[in-house]
């Protein structure tokens, strides 16, 4: 007769799977006054299995957050519950925007001790009482309270995002709330103590008009329409000056570059793509003067996988494309600071980035 374990039940009362909107999933805390130990896919199995089997020697609360498992974390979880106490008292999982492996033993058995949570995205419009909970909730938490035009006022300007989602056995472009931006910015509330949140409070901030200007520029300025880019570079520099937006602008360029390049290697799959573009597969690669593998664990470069997705559905250009777009930026950027003005750094520009055109710097020094 196989022997079962008797802690079985228990141990998987103290796990949570999360599947659904990274940035809900997060920002609930279950645990209060706990010693919170986060891990990674980086965290090797054996730092893993002491962890979830120690001996706690202080008596304190202990929870594991562990983000984006692999495979093999997963099975060595699923291990240790069948088989072994966990000593810990939580263990938080996620595994969020379709990220988990139904077909594992470790999905099987947390969908049949019914431990899997999915938030999922809360789209504009269609279930907008969602959004509102999830506001009042946040604002609960925060011990703050708002009242109804204010909260009007926020259904109605809060930043969206398209991303997409996936139904059934295929994935559809939604609207969605920018949650981190949104809560982002009701933190700068809370910093200055406001306990009633009014229209005015929220006219102040500046999370309906900024970030989501600049990435709905960025986007324009993957298309050909010359008139919609310049008119994008002149008002982003009133409010946020030309060298923040073409930076920013540089930085997703880098980032749609590197999309692109896996993309023409035949390399489809997110998990694949986040990885290469983390480079996880090569972070501990690097020998010390020993010739011996360097045993500390190195962060690696963290990649949202809502970001690569909506890179994924925005990318319309090839590589070569993106990387003329980068060097007629760099060279706007180099005019500029060398004092060339606007009016006539943009015009080129712009026509530039929508005529797949190299911008050739045309700053010169009088001496």
């Not at 540089?250 to 993309?263: C, E, H, N, P, R």
């Not at 003067?289 to 997705?309: A, G, H, M, Q, T």
């Amino acid at each position: 007769m196989k022997k079962t374990n008797p802690n079985l039940e228990s141990n998987w009362q103290k796990v949570y799977v999360y599947t659904g909107d990274d940035f809900i999933s997060r920002i609930y805390v279950l645990f209060d006054d706990c010693i919170e130990e986060k891990f990674d896919t980086t965290t090797s199995i054996p730092k893993l299995q002491n962890t979830l089997q120690g001996i706690n020697l202080f008596g304190s609360k202990r929870v594991v957050k562990l983000y984006n498992p692999n495979a093999e974390q997963l099975k060595t979880i699923n291990d240790i519950l069948n088989s072994s106490k966990l000593t810990i008292d939580g263990l938080q999982v996620y595994c969020c925007n379709d990220t988990l492996d139904g077909r594992s033993g470790f999905a099987s058995k947390a969908k049949s001790f019914n431990r899997i949570l999915h938030y999922s995205h809360i789209e504009v419009n269609k279930y907008s009482s969602r959004f509102q909970n999830f506001i009042n909730d946040w604002l609960i938490g925060n011990k703050v309270n708002i009242d109804y035009s204010a909260q009007e006022w926020l259904n109605e300007n809060s930043p969206t995002v398209n991303i997409k989602v996936k139904v059934g056995t295929s994935k559809k472009d939604v609207l969605v709330y920018d949650l981190p931006i949104i809560i982002n910015e009701l933190n700068k509330l809370i910093d200055l103590d406001c306990k009633k949140i009014t229209v005015d409070d929220l006219q102040k901030l500046d999370f309906f008009s900024s970030e989501k200007d600049i990435f709905a520029f960025i986007e324009k300025c993957m298309s050909d329409n010359t008139e919609g880019i310049l008119k994008g570079l002149y008002a982003l520099n009133e409010s946020h000056g030309h060298q923040a937006v073409l930076m920013i602008f540089l930085s997703q360029l880098f980032f749609y570059l590197d999309v692109a390049g896996l993309l023409e290697q035949k390399i489809y799959d997110n998990k694949t793509i986040l990885e290469e573009i983390s480079l996880q597969p090569y972070i501990k690669k690097y020998l010390n003067d020993n010739y011996e593998e360097i045993v500390k664990e190195i962060p690696i470069k963290s990649v949202n996988p809502v970001r690569l997705d909506i890179t994924k559905h925005q990318l319309k250009v090839n590589s070569q494309q993106i990387s003329n777009k980068i060097n007629s930026v760099l060279s706007a950027i180099i005019d500029l600071r060398n004092s060339l003005s606007e009016k006539i750094v943009f015009p080129y520009l712009a026509l530039c980035l929508s005529k797949d055109r190299l911008y050739s710097p045309m700053s010169y020094n009088i001496y």
